[in-house]
Every structure is written in structure tokens, then in C-alpha cells.
């Protein structure tokens, strides 16, 4: 079954560390797609990034990077230097069929001053 | 910039009352998906629509019904509101390219309370 894990319920970190925020996926397809998204205490959903399953390159935006390894199955995401703006709860995403998507728990990271 | 707005931030309703939940895309979107989002439990996908007036079965679609009437505009109706039904509802739309897997692009959420 198509399943995406986020293990790590919550995190806390002190402005200025970085920090990583793990997603394991299973699926049965061969050709995929992940995301990321962040949800501010407003609520709204905020694209991050969307990966094709056969572009295993790193990817950096500015603060944020992700490491996509098909081997393990994970398409992690670290913030470098964190911000207290960065706090939010942030959700891994994997493709499926019809364009649905399957979302993991989410990770509540806390980024104190 | 993709838009989607939906029609309330909060919202009360009593047990038993009939609840319609609003989204609206400005992007001329295909696909439009309503989903509820509850600690611990993520994002589960309630119905979703491929086309004017076609509506598919989510995840977890007892309790509701959608109605698609016009390409922009997707409604999700709790026909009769009930306690457990108490979440935040999430609105979604993307494009609808062939092949699937596009990016879906959230509106503010509803957070309904039910009493």
C-alpha cells in the first residue's frame, strides 16, 4: 500500500541550528512524486517543492534543502539556520494514482529565539 | 498567483444542522479536492473532482457529499452535522494535466466546530 511516514511528531529547536525533518514513502509505482509543504499557525498550506521520482539531485533553495534517496525511500528536508518564522507544521506528500496525493502526519517544528 | 479561497475561517453549527462548505479557484483548475486535517491523523482526503458536475470518493467520504456545478467552485456539504465531524477542512486545487501527480494548491481552511 502507498503509505508516507513522518516519524517525528514534533521538534524543537534554538533559532540559528539546523535541523532535518524526515519522510519515508512506500509505493508500488515507478514513477512518483513528492512534495513538501509547510502550514503556518494560519493554516493554510504552503507549497514547497514537488520531486519526480527519477531526479534523485539534491535540491537547495535558500535555507532549504532536500535529499531525495530512492534506496531508503526518503525525501528528507533540512532547514540551515533556523528562523522563528520557519516554526510550522510541515507535511511530506507522495503521488498517487489521479493525481491524489497521500500525506504523512506532519512534523510540528518549534524554533524558540 | 493560484488562488483559493474558501468561504469561511471559522465556523459553529449545531448537531443535526445541514453544513455547506465553500472553495473557490481562480486558476481554471481541473481537479478540486476537500480534505479534513485532525492531529495525529494528517491530511485525509474526503471526495474529489476531475471535471464539472464528476465527483470521486476520497478516503473518508461517510458523512458528506460535494457538489461540482460550476469548474471554479467546489462544495462540500455535511448533509447532517455531527460532533465528530468537529476538524479543520482543507480545499485544494490543481491543474489536472494528464498523468496526475500535479501540484495541489491549499485555500486558508475552514476550522468547523459542530456542537
Known amino acids: 500500500a502507498q503509505k508516507v511516514t513522518q516519524a517525528q511528531t514534533e521538534i524543537s529547536v534554538v533559532e540559528k541550528e539546523d535541523v532535518t525533518l524526515d519522510c519515508v514513502y512506500e509505493t508500488r509505482d515507478t514513477t512518483y512524486y513528492l512534495f513538501w509543504y509547510k502550514q503556518p499557525p494560519s493554516g493554510e498550506l504552503v507549497f514547497l517543492i514537488r520531486r519526480n521520482s527519477f531526479d534523485e539531485q539534491n535540491e537547495i533553495s535558500g535555507r532549504y534543502s532536500w535529499n531525495f534517496q530512492k534506496s531508503t525511500s526518503s525525501f528528507n528536508f533540512t532547514i540551515t539556520a533556523s528562523q522563528v518564522v520557519d516554526s510550522a507544521v510541515y507535511f511530506c506528500a507522495l503521488s498517487e494514482e489521479g493525481g491524489k496525493l497521500i500525506f504523512g502526519q506532519g512534523t510540528e517544528l518549534s524554533v524558540k529565539p | 498567483d493560484v488562488k483559493v479561497t474558501q468561504s469561511s475561517r471559522y465556523l459553529v453549527k449545531r448537531t443535526g444542522e445541514k453544513v455547506f462548505l465553500e472553495c473557490v479557484q481562480d486558476m481554471d483548475h481541473e481537479n478540486m479536492f476537500w480534505y479534513r486535517q485532525d492531529p495525529g491523523l494528517g491530511l485525509r482526503l474526503i471526495y474529489f473532482s476531475y471535471d464539472v458536475k464528476m465527483k470521486e470518493k476520497g478516503d473518508i467520504p461517510e458523512g458528506y457529499s460535494v457538489s461540482r456545478e460550476k469548474k471554479e467552485r467546489f462544495s462540500l456539504i455535511l448533509e447532517s452535522a455531527s460532533t465528530n465531524q468537529t476538524s479543520m477542512y482543507l480545499c485544494?486545487?490543481?491543474?489536472?494535466?494528464?498523468?496526475?501527480?500535479?501540484?495541489?494548491?491549499f485555500g486558508p481552511g475552514t476550522r468547523l466546530t459542530v456542537l
Open positions: 485544494a486545487s490543481s491543474f489536472g494535466a494528464s498523468g496526475g501527480a500535479d501540484t495541489q494548491y
